[in-house]
């Protein structure tokens, strides 16, 4: 198992906290070189890019992944707004500057990709290229966030509708989380069982309903996440609490105002973007996916890969890094 914390460790994994501007970040990082920083998405940890760490650091590169504010060891503020894509690229800033560095690749999963494609955006001096996984760049456009998803429901309510309500899904996952993230890692990776005729979507709700009663239920370890692996993230969740990464949801029509005068923005340094072939927000991105030529000139490539799911970095670690590593290798 690649993933096993004590491997990583005796192969030169340190952990420790730092202070990104006034923001206390936990990272976990490997190697020296050039800054490559990882940022994972929900509901997720440092732990998530434990197959890439050794690979990128073996290839001579400083491989640093932090917990995202809210997560795991770093800093969980209260207050909902403190969760602005302002405030996330922010803490990555902070954190380059107090590994004693000035610029980086950064590599975002899931709602690290927004994270990422923000911090490129807002200082394209620092984030000297980008890699996204799973959710694709996707311009500020007129489109209020909240809108867009109350539309896709329909009759039913979409998980990110009903992650707004603070207090709602932390109660529904409070009863068992590791049943909840098993659920959730199973019902949106490759593995997840086909839907029966007849069977509501997964990932939505009725109104007031319970997110998990749509979900196929987590019975065991999957190819890529050991019940160690799964132990690992809900201790992570009992340490820091649900409400940090829930936040992030509840802040998309925040980040719609305070990204105004990035209206349609292209983001210019080299890019890459990687999806998955089940992906949900790979599918829901095509559009998004077939404007790269416009919206991300420097793109280097644009790749699919077959059969994984949503969890990209863990399903395929072997196919991720060596699409890394080749964008890597071509920015030097």
Same mark, same amino acid.
């Given at each position: ?13 340190? !952990? ?7 923001? @206390? ?84 999963? %899931? ?13 394209? %001096?620092? #984030? !000297? ?12 456009? /007129? ?12 009759? %039913? ?17 409070? +009863? ?7 659920? #959730? ?42 019940? /160690? ?9 009992? !340490? ?7 936040? !992030? ?27 998955? /072939? ?12 077939? @404007? #790269?030529?416009? +919206? ?12 994984v799911g949503h969890w990209i970095q863990q399903e395929d670690a072997e196919g991720t890094n060596a699409v890394v590593l080749g964008f890597l290798n071509a920015l030097s």
């Amino acid at each position: 198992d690649m993933g096993r914390l004590d491997d990583l460790i005796a192969s030169g994994l340190v !952990r420790h906290d730092v202070d990104a501007h006034g923001t @206390r970040i936990h990272v976990a990082e490997m190697g020296t070189g050039p800054l490559v920083l990882f940022v994972h998405g929900f509901p997720e940890s440092w732990y998530s890019w434990r197959n890439q760490l050794p690979a990128v650091a073996a290839a001579g590169y400083r491989a640093v992944a932090i917990d995202v504010r809210g997560y795991g060891s770093s800093e969980a503020p209260e207050a909902i707004d403190a969760y602005r894509l302002v405030d996330l690229a922010g803490d990555c800033v902070g954190v380059i500057e107090a590994l004693g560095e000035s610029e980086a690749v950064i590599v975002g999963h %899931d709602w690290g990709s927004p994270i990422a494609s923000t911090a490129a955006l807002l200082r394209p %001096d620092m #984030f !000297r290229a980008m890699a996204l996984l799973s959710v694709p760049y996707t311009p500020r456009n /007129e489109v209020r966030p909240s809108d867009f998803f109350q539309s896709l429901g329909g009759k %039913d309510v979409f998980y990110i509708d009903h992650f707004q309500e603070p207090g709602v899904a932390e109660a529904e996952i409070a +009863t068992d989380p590791i049943a909840w993230l098993g659920a #959730f890692y199973l019902n949106a990776s490759g593995e997840a069982p086909e839907l029966a005729p007849g069977e509501p979507p997964r990932f939505f709700t009725e109104s007031g309903g319970r997110l998990v009663d749509r979900l196929a239920p987590w019975t065991g370890p999957l190819s890529w996440l050991s019940s /160690e692996d799964l132990a690992f993230y809900a201790a992570e969740f009992a !340490r820091a609490g649900f409400s940090g990464g829930l936040n !992030r949801y509840r802040c998309m029509d925040r980040d719609w105002f305070d990204l105004r005068a990035w209206h349609g923005a292209k983001i210019r340094q080299p890019s890459l973007f990687i999806g998955g /072939e089940k992906d949900g927000p790979t599918a829901f991105g095509a559009g998004s996916i077939a @404007r #790269f030529p416009e +919206t991300l000139p420097g793109l280097h490539a644009s790749v699919i890969l077959p059969g994984v799911g949503h969890w990209i970095q863990q399903e395929d670690a072997e196919g991720t890094n060596a699409v890394v590593l080749g964008f890597l290798n071509a920015l030097s």
